[in-house]
């Protein structure tokens, strides 16, 4: 009996100590995010900057922004039904077909439950010459009739002007998002750091994209759309609730919204991190690779660059009212 009642309290001992720790813990950590968000904000701000410096560097050395696909800026796709055959390694006929050619080569599979069931390669090249030549390779290696192959050829100004529709698409996306989001708020400097937020996202996603080696086709330019969207509704939730609502303290209001918006934004990134588990989709694949690291450089920068700025804006329009009234009083 005096054993079980050793071991009881021993329990309660330890599931005590637990709580203190988390509690000491929790403590820490809401105390650095509630005295110190100015040196959070310039931690943000700096990894902003290097994200630029990255897209600047990939700009200088390769003359583009980041690695377009043949998709936006033309070339071969060649599709190979492959479902009635063996699996074929896309590394061996990768290497295979880099020695026999000095063009940009990309092979990627398409498969199901059942295997694999295509092939996609894509291939940096517009020559009719070239064309035929990696067909007929391409055949032999795989010893698949070349009448099977879906052949597509994006021409190089048709590529361009595609890709130059997306982009304007991604700018006007930009301009209407900050259009409504200052006809809502009605206060610049919040609708700006909404704004900044959302540039702050697209910028550290593309620096990642950039560091991994990632071809950008159409579906990624589609996935940075999105991105756009999910950066802003969190900022939005947290702008309003901070500013709109009067209950308790900004401070208060601030930590009601992260509780909300980090359970949006965990719900979607679980959502997110499943699709490229279970997807054998190339098109899925990509998208959801760029929302899964834009939704962390979110993370970030809404809950401590925009919360700091609102923090900053708040004190700011705080001491100004005080100000006014100690002017009054003097008066």
């Known amino acids: 009996m005096t054993d079980q009642k050793d071991a009881e309290k021993n329990t309660k001992d330890t599931e005590k100590n637990a709580e203190e720790k988390h509690g000491f813990a929790k403590e820490t950590l809401k105390n650095i995010y509630t005295h110190h968000y100015k040196k959070l904000l310039f931690i943000t701000i700096l990894i902003t900057l290097l994200s630029i410096a990255q897209i600047a560097y990939q700009f200088t050395s390769t003359g583009e922004l980041f690695k377009k696909d043949v998709s936006i800026k033309g070339g071969l796709i060649i599709t190979i039904p492959t479902e009635n055959y063996a699996d074929f390694n896309i590394k061996e006929l990768a290497n295979a077909l880099s020695e026999l050619y000095s063009y940009s080569i990309d092979i990627e599979e398409v498969r199901s439950g059942a295997g694999q069931v295509a092939l996609i390669v894509k291939a940096d090249i517009t020559d009719k010459t070239e064309t035929d030549n990696l067909i007929k390779t391409l055949s032999e290696k795989t010893s698949i009739t070349s009448k099977e192959f879906n052949i597509e050829m994006t021409g190089s100004s048709l590529g361009k002007s595609f890709f130059r529709d997306l982009l304007y698409a991604i700018i006007m996306a930009f301009v209407f998002m900050g259009i409504v989001v200052f006809i809502y708020l009605r206060t610049p400097i919040p609708s700006i750091a909404v704004i900044v ?39 939005i939730l947290l702008t309003v609730r901070v500013l709109k609502r009067k209950e308790g303290t900004y401070i208060d209001r601030i930590f009601d919204s992260l509780n909300t918006g980090m359970g949006m934004t965990l719900t979607t990134l679980a959502a997110v991190i499943v699709s490229l588990l279970v997807s054998k989709s190339a098109v899925i694949t990509e998208i959801m690779t760029i929302l899964l690291i834009g939704l962390i450089f979110d993370m970030f920068n809404t809950w401590i660059q925009n919360v700091a700025i609102l923090r900053l804006f708040i004190e700011h329009k705080e001491k100004k009212e005080r100000e006014s009234e100690r002017s009054k009083i003097n008066n």
């Open 197 to 235: 937020c959302a540039f702050s996202d697209m910028i550290g996603t593309l620096a990642v994209v950039n560091l991994m080696g990632m071809k950008l086709s159409s579906a990624g330019i589609i996935g940075f759309l999105l991105l756009i969207g999910y950066s802003v509704d969190t900022d």
